[in-house]
């Protein structure tokens, strides 16, 4: 049962980062930044052809490819219930939900509607499903660094190394 709650989680995770890309694309004029936050965070409709910092610009099927492989292998990892903790699971269903939202505008555009910028640091132009995936991504690594148990003979072979 609780992967149905997961898989609401990342559908609710995708509607509403869809939701707000249409708001921005109707609403926003490209490359007119809006302050949301004033002196902070500011909102600018950019069409962003790459992933994340616009890295492989323009390669679209790779991305799309990529982006399907990762959504299985979370697919598997959640159906197998490999975390046992909750806070490496809802990493992933982050991280799935941000993936998914992006991949919709990839194959659909060609490309990912960003909008949200920081003003204090020319960082990079995100959306709302990289914030997700970059949450996602904290948290899932939290879980590995200090809450994934280790298989029983990892353990065993750590301790005749020492």
Not at 94 to 110: K, M, S, T
Not at 146 to 156: N, P, Q, S, W, Y
């Amino acid at each position: 049962m609780l992967l149905v709650w997961e898989a609401l989680a990342a559908v609710g995770i995708v509607a509403a980062d869809q939701l707000f890309k249409a708001w921005c694309a109707a609403n926003l004029i490209p490359g007119i930044p809006v302050d949301l936050i004033p002196g902070l965070v500011h909102m600018v409709y950019v069409e962003n052809s790459g992933a994340a910092f616009s890295l492989l610009e323009g390669m679209r099927v790779p991305l799309l490819v990529l982006t399907v492989a990762a959504l299985g292998v979370i697919a598997v990892v959640l159906a197998r219930r490999w975390p046992r903790h909750p806070l490496g699971v809802w990493g992933l269903v982050l991280v799935a939900g941000g993936a998914a939202g992006n991949f919709i505008d990839r194959a659909a555009q060609g490309y990912v509607v960003d909008m949200f910028e920081f003003q204090f640091i020319r960082f990079a132009i995100f959306n709302v499903a990289d914030i997700f995936i970059t949450i996602g991504g904290v948290l899932f690594c939290v879980y590995l660094l200090f809450l994934h148990e280790k298989k029983a003979e990892d353990r065993g072979q750590e301790i005749e190394t020492q």
